[in-house]
Nanobody, 115 residues
Framework: QVQLVESGGGLVQAGGSLRLSCAPSRSIFSTNVMGWYRQAPGKQRELVAAITSGGSTNYADSVKGRFTISRENAKSTVYLQMNSLKPEDTAVYYC?????????WGQGTQVTVSS
């Protein structure tokens, strides 16, 4: 079973930046979609951003222009650069990697944005 290891979360003031990283415990086939989801207290988990192996991206409207998702296929690693953070971005952020044959989730990393 592949484990996804996330890093980069923490506490930041509004307007600040954080960079999340997610890497698998072992190499995985690179034809997949890698994404970041988040879940705030009392709310449903939502898609933040996703990127295909070909580099096509998709963002939630609430983060467009502030967040950037990227990936390194050779390392099966996905990143989320978060700029101009707002208190409403506070949530647990989860990494996801999926293909037709697998669907892996990370354990989540807390991002807290203070006002």
């Amino acid at each position: 079973q592949v484990q996804l290891v996330e890093s980069g979360g923490g506490l930041v003031q509004a307007g600040g930046s954080l960079r999340l990283s997610c890497a698998p415990s072992r190499s995985i086939f690179s034809t997949n979609v890698m994404g970041w989801y988040r879940q705030a207290p009392g709310k449903q988990r939502e898609l933040v951003a996703a990127i295909t192996s070909g580099g096509s991206t998709n963002y939630a409207d609430s983060v467009k222009g502030r967040f950037t998702i990227s990936r390194e296929n050779a390392k099966s690693t996905v990143y989320l650069q978060m700029n101009s953070l707002k208190p409403e971005d506070t949530a647990v952020y989860y990494c996801n990697v999926q293909s037709r044959t697998y669907d892996y989730w990370g354990q989540g990393t807390q991002v807290t944005v203070s006002s």
